[in-house]
């Protein structure tokens, strides 16, 4: 009696820890379950499920049985912390403790682990907007050195890195991959397809405007959209209306709205891919090495407050203050967000894909009755700096990042974490849930090709050859966390009119400078800033490079182009 109690108390604690019947006899139950449907056969999948039960035994044979890792809140997240760390700890015997938090808080437990040098995690999804950063400071462990030395073992044959879509964005000036991308999603056009398809609507803004209602190419078509339907229109359905939908409240999500390439859409960048070189789309320049940042203000060669950048900052607040709802300008990111799916926004120029799927949930007033949305996505228009071969956008990608001199077992347990829901066993059926492709094999399958008309375009842009030209935060910034939190003060006090858009830019310039002083002062493990002096800005200011000097007319006449011809040109392989 007291064997059988022993034996029972075992069963349970060994369930308890998730350790109970790993194996693959769990894994076919997942395989034939959640891990539908995939771009691999059954067969494929069990195979890659024991190479990762092998992996794992070993490790277990060290002592290593569970471990803890930490990524933003957003849907994707989610599912990993709710069913795959579950489904990990039930194959391999492993338990994931995945923290979910928000991506500030990230951020910042981010920065307290590289002061202190000790990771707080065994394995971190930050944004590949700290790529810069993490080359900088030496403490992050390099993917490509790690999967050809000492993780080489942990590493699975089947991981094939050359279908992941986002590894140009973890790639360090020193062509090593630092981060694997896990989820990753654009900033693009959005607009209500049905309201842009009515007639009446249509011969009213040629008759207004000389031109089609369609698809904005640049910024004057996309304001005189936003003046039609805010002021002409007025009310569809007996209610409001409104061209334009924004945020604008004093608060760190204000910054994302800037630091997410807004400037770089207005053209204030270099050309070149993914980022502007040598003048980047936060207006920072790099010397000639292409690494080593000498400034940001236009004195120091810089763009950060260039005429680019100040008429960015002008429009932003003219069109919120014009076009959008009045509440818009007390918002923040997260409230904002889910306004569009009420129904009174006709558009919206800076807009996350990662919103598809809570936009198309049946019963919203923008989506049809047979659950198709009545939007659609498209590029954003472009400024009148914007020329072709510049950054057209931004694309977060959120990647597994590792620090050097983290426990290597730890580190070993958590690339194995890192690789299961990133593989092709699980990113397909990750995919259809959070909508946030990282394989190029997942966005061209059959299932995709079969559903693309419920996801307003998101499949047509994946699928094109524009996906490349929205991008993440460059190699250029040097220390993401400390450079990123000066974007929302500045640029609030340019919303309260307490500054003119030139006084925030000029002030965001002057601190980004001397930020960048004091890291050229400290030191940096890899191509610390080294300043430029400061000069004449008019030494700078071109027509034929960054920083651009002003335009006589900023003001072009509007331009558009039909969807469906937008949709033509991906096909056939082009950009626009």
Same mark, same amino acid.
């Given at each position: ?194 309201? #842009?398809?009515?007639?009446? /609507?249509?011969?009213?803004?040629? !008759?207004?405007? =000389?031109?089609?209602? %369609?698809? *904005? +190419? ?39 709205? #800037?630091?997410?390439?807004? /400037?770089?859409?207005?053209?204030? !960048?270099?050309? =070149?891919?993914?980022? %502007?070189? *040598? +003048? ?59 306004? *569009? ?236």
């Amino acid at each position: 009696m007291l064997f059988r109690r022993t034996a029972l108390g075992l069963a349970i604690a060994c369930l308890l820890s998730g350790q109970a019947f790993a194996g693959e006899a769990e894994a076919e139950k997942w395989v034939d379950t959640e891990f539908q449907p995939s771009t691999l056969s059954k067969d494929q999948q069990m195979a890659e499920m024991k190479w990762f039960i092998e992996a794992a035994n070993k490790l277990k044979e060290q002592g290593v049985n569970e471990i803890s890792v930490v990524s933003e809140t957003i849907t994707t997240h989610e599912y990993e912390a709710k069913t795959l760390a579950k489904a990990f700890a039930e194959i391999t015997g492993i338990t994931v403790h995945h923290d979910l938090i928000q991506e500030g808080d990230v951020v910042e437990k981010l920065q307290t682990s590289m002061q202190s040098g000790r990771s707080i995690y065994d394995g971190w999804v930050s944004d590949s907007d700290l790529i810069g950063t993490h080359y900088r400071y030496g403490n992050m462990l390099s993917l490509t050195d790690y999967m050809n030395g000492d993780g080489k073992q942990w590493t699975n044959p089947g991981l094939d890195i050359k279908d992941f879509i986002g590894t140009s964005f973890t790639t360090a000036p020193d062509g090593k991959l630092y981060q694997l991308p896990d989820q990753q999603f654009a900033n693009l056009y959005w607009f209500r397809a049905d309201l #842009f398809n009515r007639q009446d /609507l249509k011969d009213k803004f040629k !008759a207004k405007y =000389g031109y089609e209602l %369609g698809v *904005p +190419v640049n910024w004057t078509a996309y304001e005189d959209i936003a003046n039609f339907f805010t002021n002409d229109v007025k009310t569809i359905d007996g209610k409001p209306i409104y061209g334009h939908m924004d945020y604008g409240k004093k608060d760190p999500s204000l910054g994302w709205r #800037f630091t997410d390439a807004w /400037l770089s859409m207005a053209g204030t !960048a270099d050309k =070149g891919t993914p980022n %502007g070189m *040598p +003048v980047d789309e936060w207006g920072i320049r790099v010397a000639d090495d292409k690494c080593t940042p000498v400034g940001a203000s236009v004195s120091r060669g810089g763009a950060t407050n260039s005429p680019a950048a100040v008429y960015a900052l002008t429009k932003y607040i003219d069109w919120m203050k014009k076009y959008a709802p009045k509440e818009a300008q007390g918002m923040t990111f997260s409230e904002s967000g889910p306004v *569009p799916a009420q129904g009174h926004i006709a558009q919206q120029i800076f807009w996350y894909t990662a919103f598809t799927a809570d936009m198309t949930k049946k019963g919203l007033p923008v989506v049809n009755e047979d659950g198709t949305p009545k939007w659609r996505m498209a590029p954003a228009p472009h400024g009148p700096y914007w020329k072709d071969g510049m950054q057209n956008g931004y694309q977060d990608v959120g990647s597994w990042s590792f620090f050097k001199d983290h426990d290597p077992k730890k580190v070993a347990a958590a690339w194995l974490y890192a690789q299961f829901v990133t593989s092709k066993t699980t990113s397909l059926k990750k995919s259809i849930v959070g909508l946030t492709f990282i394989r190029d094999s997942d966005i061209h399958s059959e299932y995709f090709t079969k559903n693309a008309d419920k996801y307003g375009g998101l499949i047509e842009f994946y699928r094109s050859p524009a996906r490349v030209a929205w991008t993440p935060t460059g190699t250029n910034v040097p220390d993401y966390p400390k450079l990123a939190q000066l974007w929302w003060k500045n640029v609030a006090t340019a919303i309260t009119a307490e500054k003119t858009p030139q006084q925030a830019m000029d002030n965001l310039a002057e601190e980004m400078d001397a930020i960048m002083a004091r890291l050229e002062r400290a030191g940096m493990s890899h191509c610390a800033p080294k300043l430029n002096k400061k000069s004449d800005p008019s030494k700078w200011l071109s027509d034929t490079q960054a920083p651009w000097k002003k335009l006589d007319n900023e003001s072009p006449k509007g331009e558009t182009v039909a969807y469906e011809a937008l949709l033509s040109a991906w096909k056939e392989g082009k950009v626009r």
